[in-house]
């Protein structure tokens, strides 16, 4: 099987973003797209999570609060 790569252009503060999510849940960005690829699509139901004060939220990080000031 050719192995096939997906690439996404984002911006270094997304990617750290997502690696502190990933952290978050015990796994790596690479198992994070193969799951949604498996599934058939992505769908970000709701970015609450994400948003300041959210439970993936880092507080330890000053340089996620910058951008929601």
Known sequence: MKTQYLVIPISNE?????????DKLGI???????????????EILSN????P????????EQTFKKDAE
């Not at 004060?53 to 330890?60: A, S, T």
């Open 28 to 42: 790596s960005i690479e198992q994070f797209f193969d799951t949604a690829l498996r599934e058939g699509e992505m």
């Open 14 to 22: 997304k990617r750290q973003r997502l690696t502190y999510v990933c």
């Open 53 to 60: 004060g959210g439970v993936f939220w880092n507080d330890d």
């Open 48 to 51: 609450e999570a994400l948003k």
